[in-house]
């Protein structure tokens, strides 16, 4: 058995944009969807603390968790017992206070549904005042938003009916349209060209702007959470490894850096000057020590016995390092 997540410790803070950055299978989404409950993987999470808007939502958790260490590691978890006790933490507040924009639109929402019909009903979640005509009227007014034209006929097509640009935009609409206090974007601009990358991550930026949401950004694309975010907790292997302001963090120049984001920065520079970047066999974390050191060119006995937590290396920025960055 694997541990997918280990000792990771964000704070989100209110009105800012927070992004979780990096490559595909560090644990980005698992993180979301384990605390959102949508976690498909068994046994999931299995201990912990989450705090969302002031609500307690894994307080419930030890009572469906059995965990043993002998003679081996082993997990007994109530799956089911468990997903209710999360639906009962999160109350009204999932899809109302709280809203996902899903990596892939296309295949996430619901294809039995218009996207008008769908946009009704998430306007009235946070809007239950209005009646059904006044819905309607706000849903062709979320697609003019988001920057859709010929609106009426949108709203009744199906979420196959549409490209992936306008379902990507569809998702924005809906995820924004209840008013949440705290939007979670999994990687918005997976699989859309250049093009649409950037009108996604534009309009993403002036959306969440104008209402005010915090914003908390899953992604691997470095320019993405420079544009949109103002904090960012890189994650390897399961492990956050540094954490800080964006402008620190993702700087070229600012040092000191954990030597994964320096690698990171790295290839994207040369990306950019045309230049091929240099490629890291990766290999699995071990089991022990930092997770990073197969890779790490400056790892030394000590990172391969002991894990290193997150320590300040200038206010309001932490790195994983034995080294310092």
């Known amino acids: 058995m694997r541990k997918i997540l280990s000792d990771v410790d964000i704070c989100v803070r209110a009105g800012r944009t927070f992004a979780l950055l990096g490559e595909s299978g560090s644990g980005k989404t698992c993180i979301v969807h384990s605390v959102l409950g949508v976690h498909q993987g068994l046994p999931g999470v299995v201990s912990g603390e989450a705090t969302v808007l002031g609500r307690e939502i894994l ?3 030890p009572q469906y968790v059995k965990i043993t260490h002998t003679p081996q590691l ?7 017992g468990w997903k209710k006790a999360q639906k009962r933490a999160w109350g009204e507040m999932l899809g109302k ?5 899903p990596q892939d639109a296309s295949t996430s929402l619901s294809p039995f549904h218009p996207i008008g019909q769908m946009l009704i009903t998430s306007i009235r979640r946070g809007n239950p005042e209005l009646s059904k005509e006044e819905a309607q009227k706000e849903a062709l007014k979320w697609l003019s938003r988001v920057e859709m034209y010929d609106v009426e006929k949108v709203a009744h097509c199906y979420i196959h009916e549409l490209s992936g640009g306008m379902a990507q935009r569809a998702a924005i609409a809906l995820a924004l349209a209840p008013g949440p206090r705290l939007l979670i974007a999994d990687e918005p601009t997976t699989g859309l060209d250049a093009t649409l990358r950037i009108s996604i991550i534009a309009l993403l930026s002036a959306m969440v702007k104008e209402k005010g949401a915090t914003l908390l950004l899953v992604t691997h694309d470095l320019a993405a959470a420079r544009i949109l975010a103002t904090d960012v907790a890189v994650l390897y292997e399961g492990k956050v490894v540094e954490t800080g302001y964006v402008d620190e963090v993702l700087s070229w120049d600012h040092r000191p850096k ?3 984001t320096a690698f990171l920065l790295e290839s994207e520079k040369k990306l950019i000057e045309g230049a091929s970047p240099r490629l890291a066999a990766k290999e699995p974390a071990p089991q022990v020590g930092c997770p990073y050191s197969p890779r790490c060119e400056k790892a030394t006995s000590r990172c391969l016995l002991e894990c290193p937590g997150l320590t300040d290396v200038a206010e309001g920025h932490q790195i994983a390092c034995f080294g310092g960055g």
């Open 59 to 61: 307080t419930e958790l």
């Open 74 to 80: 082993s997990i007994k978890k109530d799956i089911l």
């Open 97 to 101: 206070d709280v809203t996902l924009i």
């Open 258 to 260: 954990h030597p994964y």
